[in-house]
C-alpha cells in the first residue's frame, strides 16, 4: 500500500540554525500539507500547497518557514532559524482530491525536531 | 477560527462499545473527519461525515448532526489495539483542504 515517507525520523539542532525536513507523497496525490504536533497537544496545520504554490498557511508559518516541491517527488519544509519553541513532531500529508468528498489526507510517521 | 471540543480521556474494556464525543464551532464548515494515532505515530484516517447520519466502516462508525455542531465516533467490539488517541477534524468550505483538528481522545482499553 502506498505510502507517505519522511526523512530523516529524528532531526537534532541548535538553535538559530537551518533545517529541512523531507517528504515523499504518494505518487498519485495533488495536494500536500505539513502539520505540527507538540507533545501531548493537538495536531496544528501549518501549510497546504497545490499546483506548485501555496494555496493556504497558518499562523504559525511565518517568514521562517518555506516549502519545496523541488522534484516531482519530494516535498520539503524549510525553517531558516529555528527557536526552542520549534521542538515538535513534524507531519507531512498528501491526498488526491481537492476538499469534499472524503478529502483524506495520509500522513507519514513524522519527523521528530528537537531544538537544543 | 474554528475550534473542537472532545473528552480528554475515556475507559473501556475490551468487547465493549464506546462513544467519542466532538462539538464544534466553525463558519463554512464542510465537513468532519476522524483520525486513530497510537503514542505519536501517524495520524491514521477512520471516517468522514459530509452529512447528517451515520457511516459505519467496520467496527467503526461516524454520525454527524450539522444543525447541532455535533458528531460522534462509535467504536464495537473494542481490542486492547484501539488503546490510542482519536482526533475529530474539520474541514471547511474555501479552506485549501486544510484540517482544524480537535484536541483528541485518549482511549484505554483494558481487560
Known amino acids: 500500500e502506498p505510502e507517505v515517507t519522511q526523512t530523516p525520523s529524528h532531526q537534532v539542532t541548535q538553535m538559530g540554525q537551518e533545517v529541512i525536513l523531507r517528504c515523499v507523497p504518494i505518487?498519485?496525490?495533488?495536494?500536500f500539507y505539513w502539520y505540527r504536533q507538540i507533545l501531548g497537544q493537538k495536531v496544528e496545520f501549518l501549510v497546504s500547497?497545490?499546483?506548485?504554490?501555496?494555496?493556504?498557511k497558518s499562523e504559525i508559518f511565518d517568514d521562517q518557514f518555506s516549502v519545496e516541491r523541488p522534484d516531482g517527488s519530494n516535498f520539503t519544509l524549510k525553517i531558516r532559524s529555528t527557536k526552542l519553541e520549534d521542538s515538535a513532531m513534524y507531519f507531512c500529508?498528501?491526498?488526491?482530491?481537492?476538499?469534499?468528498?472524503?478529502?483524506?489526507?495520509?500522513f507519514g510517521a513524522g519527523t521528530r525536531l528537537s531544538v537544543l | 477560527g474554528q475550534s473542537l471540543e472532545q473528552p480528554s480521556e475515556v475507559t473501556a474494556v475490551e468487547g465493549a462499545i464506546v462513544q467519542i464525543n466532538c462539538t464544534y464551532q466553525?463558519?463554512?464548515?464542510?465537513?468532519l473527519s476522524w483520525y486513530q494515532q497510537h503514542d505519536g505515530g501517524a495520524p491514521t484516517f477512520l471516517s468522514y461525515n459530509a452529512l447528517d447520519g451515520l457511516e459505519e466502516t467496520g467496527r467503526f462508525s461516524s454520525f454527524l448532526s450539522r444543525s447541532d455542531s455535533y458528531g460522534y465516533l462509535l467504536l464495537q467490539e473494542l481490542q486492547m489495539k484501539d488503546s490510542a488517541s482519536y482526533f475529530c477534524?474539520?474541514?471547511?468550505?474555501?479552506?485549501?483542504?486544510?484540517?482544524?483538528f480537535g484536541t483528541g481522545t485518549q482511549l484505554k482499553v483494558e481487560l
Open positions: 466553525t463558519s463554512g464548515f464542510y465537513g
Open positions: 477534524a474539520v474541514s471547511i468550505t474555501g479552506g485549501g483542504n486544510k484540517l482544524t
Open positions: 505518487s498519485n496525490h495533488l495536494y
Open positions: 500547497f497545490y499546483n506548485n504554490e501555496i494555496s493556504e
Open positions: 500529508a498528501s491526498s488526491k482530491i481537492q476538499g469534499g468528498s472524503k478529502n483524506i489526507q495520509y
